[in-house]
């Protein structure tokens, strides 16, 4: 992918007294009260509109809530309306719609540094369509686009890609640079050696990881729902842990491809087993090759995460998507703290440590240990397709630096 041009590009002249259409990702959970449980995302987004406020510009915030079908209150963007104030140290202003005359009218009536939150834009079908003339309607809001809305940038849609054809330039915030940055940068010119940790629940969805990642890395530790599938195409009883049954062929050819490019795959040799699938279960430590009918794996063993963490000590950059374990259960998460743990502590002694978006993030967070590492993605979706290869339609569309 070739480099974007940057906010950072943008000087006083280019940007003083602009209106500026800037697509944030607020997709942010909210509880049944309206209250945000998790504001990382609101955070992520205030270098760059901060950046344009004391530049000058007039700032017009475009973001998607959930996945409503039309007109929705409960998708409404109006309960991020006081955070986000607090941390612009600003009044945001909120319109009741995303395009049309009201809006207009607001847009005309801000004063340069001041700055305008859309209502949700995926309250228009067209959006996701990425409609032409809507995203025209969106464009003729503005002088200039930038893109900071990284979870959202596999997405393309009319306010994440559409708009970048009516509105030049269309620019990268700072945070869809930094995440780019680090999701491709350091996986595309790592430290050596270069370790990834995948786990999760699901091979299908973290295959075409796996498989990319393979041609990169030293060290592939796998963990999480995913080891039993590895497991059974080996031969070993799983007794009733998950596996995908159609993806055994698949799970012998990742083991053969790891073995051919030298890499060092690693999968748990023991596994904390359960009686059923629950936060009370009865659990005990069985060797990987012996869990008995009946029973569950839900989490990596004590031998495992001994080996894992030394593993990872020799290691200088570190890319982890995917729980070790159900880590939602507090009997089954030590797997994925010792992880948590491990990668905070090797971050300390100089160690590029990415963690991928999703529940992994969660997971971090969970353990109080989301600012030790070097990079937590905002993206759980785009940050996997970024670690597959792909290209990202809200990044292909912005002018290149
Ligand atoms: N052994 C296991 N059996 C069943 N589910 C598991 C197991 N280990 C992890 N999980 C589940 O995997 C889920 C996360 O998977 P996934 O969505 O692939 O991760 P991420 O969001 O980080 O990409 C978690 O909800 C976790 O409980
Ligand atoms: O939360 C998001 O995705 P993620 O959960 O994969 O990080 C983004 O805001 C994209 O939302 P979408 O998956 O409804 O297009």
């Known amino acids: 992918m070739a480099t974007k041009k940057s906010v950072g590009d943008l000087k006083e002249a280019d940007l003083k007294g602009k209106k500026v259409f800037v697509r944030v990702d607020l997709n942010v959970p909210l509880d049944d009260n309206f209250n945000i449980t998790d504001d990382t995302r609101i955070r992520a987004a205030v270098p760059t509109i901060k950046y344009l406020m004391g530049h000058g510009s007039k700032v017009i915030l475009s973001s998607h809530l959930g996945r409503p079908k039309g007109v929705t209150p409960k998708y409404s963007l109006k309960p991020l309306v006081p955070r986000l104030s607090e941390l612009l140290e600003v009044e945001v202003k909120m319109a009741n719609d995303c395009i049309g005359e009201e809006v207009e009218k607001m847009v005309a009536a801000l004063p340069d540094g001041g700055v305008l939150l ?12 990425n409609d032409p003339e809507f995203a025209k ?16 940038a596999h997405r393309a849609h009319a306010s994440t890609e559409g708009v970048a054809k009516y509105l ?12 780019l940055d680090y999701l491709v940068g350091a996986v595309a010119n ?3 050696p270069f370790a990834a940790i995948v786990g999760g629940s699901k091979v299908s969805t973290k295959i075409g990881v796996i498989e990319s990642l393979l041609a990169k890395v030293d060290i592939l530790i796998l963990g999480g729902g995913m080891m039993f599938t590895f497991y059974k195409a080996q031969g070993y009883a799983v007794g009733s842990s998950l596996v995908e049954e159609d993806k055994l062929d698949l799970a012998t050819s990742l083991l053969e491809k790891a073995k051919a490019k030298g890499v060092s795959l690693l999968l748990p040799t023991d596994v904390v087993v359960a009686d059923k699938f629950a936060a009370d279960a009865n659990s005990k430590v069985v060797p990987a090759s012996g869990i008995p009918d009946g029973w569950m794996g839900l989490d990596i063993g004590p031998d495992s995460i001994k080996t894992f963490s030394e593993s990872l000590d020799t290691t200088q950059t570190i890319i982890w998507n995917g729980p070790m374990g159900v880590f939602e259960f507090e009997k089954f998460a030590a797997g994925t703290e010792a992880v948590a743990k491990k990668l905070a502590e090797l971050s300390g002694k100089g160690v590029t440590t990415i963690i991928g978006g999703g529940d992994s993030v969660a997971a971090v967070e969970k353990a109080g240990l989301a600012d030790k590492m070097s990079h937590i993605s905002t993206g759980g979706g785009a940050s996997l397709e970024l670690l597959e290869g792909k290209q990202l339609p809200g990044v292909l569309a912005l002018n290149d630096a």
């Open 118 to 129: 859309l209502e949700n834009v995926r309250f228009y079908k067209e959006e996701e369509k």
């Open 137 to 152: 309607k969106l464009a003729s809001l503005a002088d200039l686009y930038v893109n900071d809305a990284f979870g959202t």
């Open 168 to 179: 030049k330039p269309s620019v990268a915030g700072f945070l869809m640079q930094k995440e």
């Open 190 to 192: 790592p430290k050596k």
